[in-house]
């Protein structure tokens, strides 16, 4: 193909098609602490309600939502966050799990509590999807729900079936720090946990990759810039989450529309889409499976974008999942 197509989630880029505008888009903009020296963009859409807060994708700041979210000012108090290390938030060095997913879950708690937000419902879209279920497993008492954007891959939901290979791997690198930190009483579990289970399921990730690989061309590596690196940060900080308790709605595109791709090689093509499905259908099942009473909306061949490609689809339900809660 001319260009390698990214199949994993956490990096996919979607066109962003255009939305049906809104009559007023205005908002408040303020820069709210999280931690020293750390400052995070706060969007208010205003409206009346329960809280609603936006989380972006990976890349995205809350400015993504700006012909979305105002769409909810009639029922919801509509805020949106960027995440740290994007937009107009601070940027800090990425050192010391500053950008790991319950990092990124305090941030978010940080700006509730400094709003005195009680108990709002929280909106990610993509890699914020590890931001909604680090608070749903953690501190669910905080929110009143949770809605997933074509959010609930492997980082926000931990498939353990299949496992994952970005969150396998974090888990072996600090199960292997440890192991060179602690006496020898701590040593034992740690080495008998490496050859019972994380070395086997390395294994298996790795076979499914080498497996996936055989059908894609071999592509250059890219020199980092600062923002793959913090990207390349929040990587590395993904965790498992397998309990996330609270409310919760979520939409998958299965299987996502690829736009652009009428000149590439059909057999690569048709490679892409078929893991796509594959990969997209077995996750929305783990998610629907893994977490009792969430409601699991399946778009077919919406963009990862799906509050822009399927809109009206998306709205709707969200809209549905909000009155349904609890007051």
Do not use: C
């Not at 007023?24 to 820069?31: E, K, L, P």
């Not at 749903?136 to 609930?152: K, Q, T």
Request: proline letters at 6%; hydrophobic letters at 40%.
């Amino acid at each position: 193909m001319a260009a390698m197509i990214v199949l994993s989630t956490r990096v996919l880029e979607a066109q962003q098609p255009a939305m049906t505008p809104v009559k007023d888009v205005s908002h408040a903009t303020r820069f709210i602490a999280v931690e020293k020296d750390v400052l995070l963009e706060v969007i208010d859409w205003g409206g009346s309600g329960r809280p609603l807060v936006f989380l972006a994708g990976l890349g995205n700041t809350a400015h993504v939502f700006e012909m979305f979210a105002p769409r909810f000012t009639a029922t919801n108090h509509v805020y949106g966050i960027t995440r740290r290390g994007f937009g107009a938030s601070s940027a800090p060095v990425p050192a010391d799990g500053v950008y790991s997913a319950d990092r990124l879950g305090d941030d978010v708690l940080a700006v509730i509590a400094s709003l005195n937000l009680d108990r709002p419902v929280l909106v990610g879209h993509s890699i914020a999807g590890e931001e909604l279920s680090s608070i749903g497993s953690r501190h669910p008492e905080r929110i009143a729900g949770l809605i997933y954007l074509d959010a609930g891959y492997a980082y926000a939901y931990y498939p353990r079936d299949r496992g994952d290979l970005q969150i396998d791997a974090n888990d072996l690198e600090r199960s292997l720090n440890r192991l060179y930190q602690g006496g020898p009483v701590g040593r034992k579990p740690l080495v008998d946990a490496l050859l019972k289970v994380g070395l086997p399921q390395l294994e298996r990730d790795l076979q499914a990759e080498q497996k996936a690989l055989k059908s894609f061309p071999d592509r250059p590596r890219i020199a980092r810039d600062d923002i793959e690196s913090i990207e390349g940060a929040i990587f590395q900080g993904e965790q498992k989450y397998t309990e996330i308790r609270s409310p919760t709605l979520a939409f998958f595109a299965v299987p996502h529309h690829y736009p652009g791709l009428e000149n590439e090689e059909p057999i690569a093509v048709a490679a892409v889409k078929a893991r796509d499905l594959a990969d997209s259908s077995a996750q929305a099942k783990a998610f629907e499976e893994g977490i009792p009473g969430a409601r699991v909306i399946r778009l077919p061949n919406a963009d990862h974008y799906v509050f822009r490609s399927n809109e009206v689809d998306v709205e709707r339900e969200m809209l549905a999942f909000l009155k349904a809660l609890p007051q």
